[in-house]
């Protein structure tokens, strides 16, 4: 499971001995983020998130857990308990801005986590079940953090939840009966709130079971790194522990610094003033937007504006809402196939030049231009700018990369990490890999 | 700030060496301490949040008129989310109390004082049996009250009697008298 | 080779439909049809202004101006709890506006809230206490919409939070009703608008016509600290003073984040000095 070379736990005193011998967990967690992993030397900041978005899950799940000490999911009362916490809980209004911005500082962290395998082709063998898990994870998230908006009970809250589940009505024949079923009702009510409470407390946990997982899967072939060159022999890694705990250590304080300056001097910004109306199900807000992280996958579904017909007999295949609800699933299934799309025997965006051209031209900019127009009104240009924005999304994951992937002439690897780090700074030797 | 003299400490901070705590040292020592405070200051909100909520807090004192209790009636009101038994005793009530010697008592304490001043026949005392929490009975009309005609706890059968205090079964003290204050009528609680 | 083989051809099929059955329509309805043109009000409408000197609390070392925040519960008292409920504020919060528990006590008194007859128990009015939260003006929806020609006025507690930009809004509507500009009218009556009976023109409402008569005239209130009421004057009064029952924490968050980041930058500050401590042994790392 590991590398030869990695240290070994040794117990140290008479107590440690016995746990070791009954339930040896201190072993588990040396050999899991201690001394006892040994990581490749190489790894830049973009590899400090996989530790920040645990931290994420950590913080949500602590303060998830004490707002609803204070929460009451009744539709009658709910507004107005949010608005307790905020007013009359010792530090209630910073457990919830915490609890508000962390959901959004947790997609950042994600992002950047899910674009920096991306770049890096960490998907590619032997990780690919990482990768896959990872998917589970981000689903799983978007579905908990969806559910927790409308906890709230304000206007966004109530509307997003009708939008959300109103996607599922566009599945023929059992679209309307499963749109209802889910809701518990015509529009949402107590029992939609009452079940989006439930499972909102419920999801973190079984991601935190899918993350160990993710992370049991990390630590068969190990962490990759920024050359895409797999670990050789010693020199290529360092102990997790000091190594990599000191750099996590020094990047969680960065990352707390821009956090608590939201949550303290910015708790708003990433809201949207409609939810701090109550629900209101006779009137609706004039702009619907779900939370910023939901942006781009919001511009694809509405990028589908003309129903799929034949031509001049104005036969419906699909409806323009069927397609878009397919698009946003499809949008994030397409990255299950991503390990088998991609067959560039390279795995680091460095040294594939077509690829990273692509990449930071191509699909950087497009999640820019999607996240903004999911959040634009739906008027011109956005919905031709989604529409041109969306068809390269796909592009790009379904016709892009196997093609680049096969005609891409790489740019030489250096032999290992080690000659990485250590050899000239220039331009490392051109060795047979 | 980091140290780059180089040559001398490849060796990473793991070895803290025989010669106790050097320079190289003291910096992890002091990131780590630090991080400690941060995270220890972090539970006092955790903690703290607990707490009774700020309206709970304003809701702790109770406004009662009494004006109209007649000797031999008790009312009930609340006080911070407990009952609240205020009892107009008789002269035959009053007369029982104070037959009793006080320092014969379990909780030695005469009626004068568990009353106030001028209303000594104005009994104020919490309806929270000291026993175990239960509400005892003898404030309504036609309840048991007990073998000494005070306040009986049907739970695990306290006597109190007509000054509330205990007299027979398990409860350790009498029950207890808030603060409060006579204005005019009414009697603020808290 | 047969994943990538029908990624490449599903990959296609959906810039197929995507491009002919949705943006070339579109397109072509862009070019052909009639430039969109947003609603005639747009013309008048206005982002919101910040009063003369701004308000004390803005910014990040921000403090309430208490005479400020009880100027504006004077014009809230007299003016806007004629038909504006403030629900999630209790009396006991205006403590918080430097009144003493005396004085709360005694406000408190001059508001009635509904309760119930001790002896009948029937639902009556009485004093509020510093407990009880501010009265609705009206005992339901439907009573306030039957007062005020179908329009219901909203709870103002939160509404510096729910409008962007709240403060300034405030401020900004309250001081805003102004005559339309004469040209600008004359182009969008041509476009339709207008302004129907029972509205009031005012170009920083979202529809530019807002079902609520001016309220604030030169003097008509009168301030206990002598402060001359002039129409601005109360506007970023009340402003000032619904942005504290929006967060009454508003300061007291600003005062712990300098604390906590003044904290974190020094923790964060010895945690790259261990790190790079750590680190040292090992050669510079490639680029």
């Known amino acids: 499971m590991s590398f030869a070379w990695a240290k070994q736990y040794e117990p140290q005193s008479g107590f440690t001995k016995w746990i070791d011998e009954k339930l040896p967990l201190p072993r588990l967690v040396y050999n899991a983020i201690g001394a006892g992993y040994p990581v490749p030397r190489n790894l830049n900041y973009m590899w400090n998130f996989g530790v920040l978005a645990g931290f994420c899950l950590v913080l949500q799940i602590v303060t998830g857990v004490i707002l609803a000490m204070h929460y009451a999911s009744n539709t009658e009362v709910a507004f107005g308990q949010v608005e307790h916490i905020m007013r009359n809980v010792n530090w209630g209004w910073m457990m919830r801005y915490a609890h508000a911005n962390g959901a959004s500082f947790f997609f950042i962290v994600i992002y950047l986590h899910i674009f920096r395998g991306l770049y890096y082709s960490s998907y590619k063998a032997p990780r690919e079940m990482i990768w896959l898990l990872g998917v589970v994870i981000f689903l799983l998230m978007m579905a908990t953090a969806f559910m927790g908006y409308v906890l709230p009970w304000g206007q966004m809250s109530f509307w997003g939840a009708k939008v959300i589940t109103g996607l599922f009505g566009a599945i023929p024949f059992v679209g309307e009966p499963l749109q209802v079923w889910l809701v518990g009702g015509y529009a949402p009510n107590d029992s939609t709130l009452n079940r989006f409470f439930s499972l909102h407390f419920l999801l973190p946990f079984v991601i935190a079971g899918v993350v160990i997982l993710h992370i049991w899967a990390l630590h068969i072939p190990g962490s990759s790194n920024p050359t895409g060159v797999e670990v050789k022999k010693e020199s290529d890694t360092v102990p997790f522990h000091p190594y990599y705990t000191a750099k996590d250590g020094f990047g969680l304080g960065v990352f707390l610094i821009a956090f608590t300056f939201m949550v303290f001097f910015l708790p708003n910004f990433l809201g949207h003033p409609d939810n701090y109306i109550e629900a209101n199900p006779l009137s609706t807000p004039a702009h619907i937007v779900p939370e910023w992280y939901f942006l781009p996958f919001y511009a694809i579904l509405r990028a589908f504006t ?48 077509m690829f990273k051209k692509f990449f930071w031209f191509g699909l950087i900019p497009t999640m820019i231009v999607l996240t903004i127009c999911g959040g634009a009104p739906a008027e011109e240009p956005y919905v031709l700018l989604s529409q041109i924005f969306t068809a390269y999304y796909f592009l790009h994951f379904l016709v892009i990369l196997p093609i680049v992937s096969q005609i891409e002439v790489p740019k030489p690897l250096p032999f290992s990490i080690t000659e990485a780090v250590l050899g000239s700074d220039k331009e490392p030797a051109a060795q047979p890999a | 700030m980091a140290d780059t003299s180089g040559a ?22 002091a990131a780590l301490s630090t991080a400690g405070v941060g995270g220890a200051s972090v539970l006092f909100p955790l903690v703290s949040q607990m707490a009774p909520t700020a309206d709970v807090l304003a809701a702790s004192t109770t406004d009662v008129d009494v004006s109209k209790v007649q000797a031999g009636q008790s009312i009930k009101a609340t006080f911070r989310d407990q009952p609240l038994f205020i009892k107009r005793l008789t002269p035959e009530e009053i007369a029982a109390a104070n037959e009793v010697d006080a320092g014969s008592l379990r909780d030695p304490e005469t009626l004068a004082d568990r009353t106030q001043e001028g209303y000594e026949d104005v009994l104020v005392t919490m309806g929270v049996c000291t026993h175990l929490g239960c509400v005892p009975l003898g404030a309504a009309e036609g309840e048991n009250k007990g073998e000494f005609g005070g306040y009986y706890c049907p739970c695990h059968g306290s006597h109190y009697d007509t000054a509330g205090r205990i007299r027979k079964g398990p409860a350790p003290t009498n029950l207890a008298v808030p603060e409060y204050a006579f204005n005019g009528d009414v009697i603020r609680v808290g | 080779m047969t994943i990538r083989l ?38 008048f ?37 004629a038909c504006h409920g403030l629900k999630y504020v209790a009396f006991r919060n205006l403590e918080e506006l430097g009144y003493s528990e005396e004085q709360v006590r005694a406000e408190a008194a001059t508001w009635n809230v509904p309760g119930i007859d001790p002896d009948t128990g029937e639902a009556t009015m009485r004093p509020a206490l510093p407990t009880d939260y501010f009265p609705n003006p009206y005992p339901n929806n439907v009573a306030a919409a039957a007062a005020n020609n179908n329009a219901i006025p909203p709870d103002l507690s939160l509404m510096t939070k729910a409008r962007k ?115 040292a042994g090992q050669k510079p790392k490639k680029k």
């Open chain 2, 8 to 29: 001398g400490t490849v060796d990473n901070a793991a070895d803290a060496g025989e010669d106790g705590v050097r320079r190289r040292d003291w910096i992890h020592i």
């Open chain 3, 165 to 279: 930009d709240g403060s300034n809004y405030v401020y900004s509507l309250m001081n805003g009703y102004v005559d339309p500009d004469p040209e600008k009218l004359a182009a969008a009556q041509e476009k339709g608008f207008e302004t129907p009976m029972g509205l009031y023109f005012n170009p920083w409402f979202e529809n530019v016509n807002l079902a609520m008569p001016p309220q604030l005239y030169e003097g008509s209130i009168t301030y206990d600290d002598g402060t001359e009421a002039s129409v601005p004057q109360m506007s970023a009064d009340i402003a000032a003073f619904l942005t504290w029952t929006a967060e009454p924490t508003l300061i007291k968050r600003k005062q712990t984040g300098w604390f906590v980041i003044a904290f974190l930058l020094f923790a964060t500050g010895l945690a790259y000095m261990s790190y790079k401590q750590i680190w």
């Open chain 3, 45 to 81: 409408k206005e982002k919101p202004v910040e009063p003369e000197g701004g308000f004390s609390f803005a910014g990040p070392v921000g403090k309430w101006d208490y005479a400020q925040l009880q100027r504006g519960y004077s014009v809230y008292k007299q003016v806007c709890s």
């Open chain 1, 306 to 353: 003309g129903d799929l017909t034949i031509p001049f007999t104005g036969i419906v295949l699909i409806q323009a809402k069927l397609l878009g609800v397919i698009a946003m699933f499809g949008s994030i299934l397409v990255w299950f196939f991503l390990p088998w799309l991609d067959k560039s025997p390279v795995r680091s965006g460095h040294y594939r030049p």
């Open chain 3, 6 to 43: 029908a990624g490449i051809i599903a990959g296609l099929g959906i810039t197929a439909v995507l491009v002919l059955w949705s943006l070339v329509p579109g397109v072509i309805a862009l070019v052909t049809g009639p430039p969109a043109e947003k609603p005639a009000y747009y013309a």
